[in-house]
């Protein structure tokens, strides 16, 4: 599967932004779809997931509340809705899919699954 992340752009604190992660290709049921980030000078980091089939979710606790994860079949999209923005949420975006459940990506790398180009996401105070 091919992903395709948009949706990035400034934002102010408080604020809110909704990625979009738009597939091409088979997306079997026993997938799962996510999000990561990446800000400057860290590692890529987990931030939500949901499976292809029965919309099991999975969120990292630092998003928990803020962010919601939703995919549409129909369109082969999954989105991350994200309300409260802080500027500790600044960083790059970006989609993934592996097989496995959603809790399982936690632990997915770069070297491993599917990803799309990162969104990138600037949170100002």
């Known amino acids: 599967v091919q992903l395709q992340a948009s949706g990035g752009g400034p934002v102010q604190a408080g604020g809110s932004l909704r990625l979009s992660c738009a597939a091409s290709?088979?997306?079997?049921?026993?997938?799962?779809l996510g999000w990561f980030r990446q800000a400057p000078g860290k590692e890529r980091e987990f931030v939500a997931a949901?499976?292809?089939?029965?919309?099991?979710?999975y969120y990292a606790d630092s998003v928990k509340g803020r962010f919601t994860i939703s995919r549409d079949h129909a369109r082969k999209t999954v989105f991350l809705q994200m309300n409260a923005l802080q500027p500790a949420d600044t960083a790059v975006y970006y989609c993934?899919?592996?097989?496995?459940?959603?809790?399982?990506?936690?632990?997915?790398?770069?070297?491993?699954?599917?990803w799309g180009q990162g969104t990138q996401v600037t949170v100002s105070s």
């Open positions: 993934a899919s592996k097989t496995g459940s959603p809790r399982s990506m936690t632990a997915m790398t770069p070297a491993f699954g599917s």
């Open positions: 949901i499976s292809w089939s029965d919309s099991r979710l």
């Open positions: 290709g088979r997306i079997f049921s026993d997938r799962a």
